[in-house]
Structures are given as structure tokens and as C-alpha cells.
């Protein structure tokens, strides 16, 4: 059974950095892309980033593209979201997905339970 | 980018009633286009990949079509259990998602 468990939120400043972690089991973690998907309280879904199988290629949606970074660690099966600068706004629950394919191609899922961030001063 | 406009953005139906929602893309997003059910209190869950594929255990009563950028869901017989958000999803440029359509 495919077990993906989000670590790392908490309570942040305005400007201030996170990292988030995702521990993933029950599958070959090095074969499949990995996602963040993020929602806001009361919002719909929103995408954050994807990472390939290999590490090789990452992508980012604007609202976060240089200010966030995804990695993974396929010797330690765990998905990784750093984040700096970060906004009010980007409080929300963030989620880590399991890629359908090794490339970002093809759907979300499963998804783990999520980590709530919240920036507030 | 790539803008998802999901219509209706609610809608209240009976037990037994066929409902359709659709996602119109911006652009031409081919067959690059997902659906997630989102149920309160739930993480949400891939419906249907690949514009009409169901994902392995979804009721027979979920089917979607489309192509290019009109892309439709619909639920043959709703049932109780079918209370969620629906969410299309496009993954023909960086991915994102519609605003989604609560369906009570």
C-alpha cells in the first residue's frame, strides 16, 4: 500500500523559510515522479512543483518559482519542498503526491494526509 | 499559461440525477487533462486520467470526454457518496487545476 507522510509544517514569520519533508512507502520511490499540491483554507487546489523520477527535472508553478526548491532523496525515500519568502497567502495545507509515470506527465496520486503551513506573525 | 474554467462552480442534485460538469481549457490542451474527487475531511483522489480513464476502483457511473479545450465529467446516477469538489487538472504545460465544482 502506497504510505506518503508529510512532515515539516508549522507556524512561520512573513519572509520566513520551511522545509517540508515526505516520507513514501509502499512503492518504488525512484521510479515515479513526486508532487506538491497545495490548498489554501477554503480554495481549491493549487499546484507547487514536480520532480522527476531521476531528479532531473523539476518544475514550478510562477507563484513560487524561485523561491521554492523540490529535491528528493531516492536512497532515503523522501520528497523534499524547501521554502523561502514566504507569504501570508501561502498558508495553506500542502500535500505530496505520487507521479502516475517517472515524468511529470499523467496524474496525482495517491496523496499523503498534508502538513499545514501557516505564515503569520 | 494555461487558464482551467470549471462551470458550474456548484451545483445542488437529487439522488438518481444525471449531472455533467465542464472544464474549458484556454488553449489546446490535447488529452492532457485529469479529474480529482475532493470529499470534506478527505484527501483527494485521481478520478480520471488521460481525459477518460477511469482510475482503478471508480464506479462505472463516472465517465468523461473531451478534447482540445472543452473537456466534460459526468455522474450517470449520483449517488450520496458522490458529495465532493471535482477538479479538472491539465498537465499539457506546467499543471494546474480548475476552481473546481462542489457538487451537493
Known amino acids: 500500500e502506497v504510505q506518503l507522510v508529510e512532515s515539516g509544517g508549522g507556524l512561520v514569520q512573513p519572509g520566513g523559510s520551511l522545509r517540508l519533508s515526505c516520507s513514501a512507502s509502499?512503492?518504488?520511490?525512484?521510479?515515479?515522479?513526486m508532487h506538491w499540491v497545495r490548498q489554501a483554507p477554503g480554495k481549491g487546489l493549487e499546484y507547487v512543483s514536480t520532480i522527476t523520477s531521476n531528479g532531473g527535472s523539476t518544475y514550478y508553478a510562477d507563484s513560487v518559482k524561485g523561491r521554492f526548491t523540490i529535491s528528493r532523496d531516492n536512497s532515503k525515500n523522501i520528497l523534499y519542498l524547501q521554502m523561502s519568502s514566504l507569504r501570508a497567502e501561502e498558508t495553506a495545507v500542502y500535500y505530496c503526491?505520487?507521479?502516475?509515470?517517472?515524468?511529470?506527465?499523467?496524474?496525482?496520486?495517491?496523496w499523503g494526509q498534508g502538513t499545514l503551513v501557516t505564515v503569520s506573525s | 499559461d494555461i487558464q482551467l474554467t470549471q462551470s458550474p462552480s456548484s451545483l445542488s442534485a437529487s439522488v438518481g440525477d444525471r449531472v455533467t460538469i465542464t472544464c474549458q481549457a484556454s488553449?489546446?490542451?490535447?488529452?492532457?487533462l485529469n479529474w480529482y474527487q475532493h470529499k470534506p475531511g478527505k484527501v483527494p483522489e485521481l478520478l480520471i486520467y488521460d481525459v477518460s480513464t477511469l482510475q482503478t476502483g471508480v464506479p462505472a457511473r463516472f465517465t468523461a470526454t473531451g478534447s482540445g479545450t472543452h473537456f466534460t465529467l459526468s455522474i450517470s446516477s449520483l449517488q450520496p457518496d458522490d458529495s465532493a469538489t471535482y477538479y479538472c487538472q491539465q498537465f499539457h504545460n506546467i499543471p494546474n487545476f480548475g476552481g473546481g465544482t462542489k457538487v451537493e
Open positions: 509502499g512503492f518504488n520511490f525512484s521510479s515515479y515522479a
Open positions: 503526491v505520487k507521479g502516475k509515470y517517472s515524468t511529470s506527465s499523467g496524474g496525482f496520486g495517491p
Open positions: 488553449q489546446d490542451i490535447t488529452s492532457h
